[in-house]
């Protein structure tokens, strides 16, 4: 019985891009090129992300702040991951429900957010904790959003922040469900120093030319997060938490005391 490989992302996008030609008209040319290696200027990208010194992220850390803060990002560097979790718990507590008097707290199944050991700390205070368990049943998909629904707070991780725009990369996977980013009042994101990349461009770099990346593809879901929701379409008037999130949290593990 002859068993065939599934395609490679590459060859995926590569036939992507030939249907696109051929419907285009182009059939003469539809053999498109793709580049298999990145171009000179690619790789210093790739370089210059990949290669940085602490210091030198400590650095971009301090051009993320400075983008933040006018967009009413509640950023925190934490030297720790046991810190990271102190802090995550104490914006839970002091933060209230905008409705009802129950607090719940929804997570992602995340490698970062599992190590944070939330569920000890929050269970002293009493908030119950949800987490999204990859699985193919609907009636377990439709279960957590419910629970989605009525937490007040969501945590994630990211795969990237941007520091010139201080915008959250964040890809959908099993277990890592974009509601809870996007539901919850309160949203609170955990990264660690080295997941800061300076700039779109650096961004798009790696997304197609790091391995683990590039392997992957982009997922069926990847969404940007700059700041937290905001409207002013009623008079003018500026106001958080009509579409999405009032307030966004970014905690940064830095990694150094």
Do not use: N
């Not at 030939?18 to 790739?46: C, F, K, M, N, W």
């Not at 940085?52 to 301090?62: G, I, N, P, V």
């Amino acid at each position: 019985m002859r068993v065939e490989r599934p395609a490679s992302s590459a060859e995926r996008r590569r036939r992507f891009l030939q249907r696109i030609a051929v419907a285009l008209g182009r059939r003469q040319r539809a053999s498109l090129h793709y580049d298999e290696v990145p171009e000179p200027d690619t790789r210093s990208l790739l370089a210059a992300a990949t290669g940085r010194t602490h210091k030198e992220r400590m650095a971009l850390l301090k051009r993320l702040s400075a983008a933040a803060d006018p967009l009413q990002i509640r950023l925190g560097t934490v030297p720790t991951l046991k810190a990271a979790a102190s802090a995550v718990i104490q914006v839970v507590r002091r933060s209230e429900p905008e409705w009802g008097a129950r607090k719940e707290v929804c997570l992602w199944r995340h490698p970062l957010v599992d190590r944070l050991g939330l569920a000890a700390g929050l269970d002293t205070l009493g908030i119950p904790i949800h987490r999204e368990e990859p699985s193919s049943k609907t009636a377990a998909k439709d279960d957590f959003c419910e629970k989605v629904a009525s937490s007040f707070v969501g945590v994630t991780s990211a795969d990237f922040c941007v520091a010139d725009t201080a915008t959250l990369v964040l890809k959908t996977r099993p277990g890592q469900s974009r509601s809870v980013s996007l539901v919850p009042s309160v949203h609170i994101a955990v990264i660690e120093i080295s997941q800061i990349v300076a700039d779109l461009k650096e961004l798009y770099a790696l997304l197609q030319w790091d391995p683990a990346h590039r392997a992957e593809g982009l997922t069926h879901c990847m969404t940007l997060i700059t700041g937290p929701s905001k409207t002013a379409d009623i008079e003018a008037t500026l106001v958080h938490g009509a579409h999405g999130p009032r307030e966004l949290h970014l905690f940064v593990i830095t990694g150094s005391e």
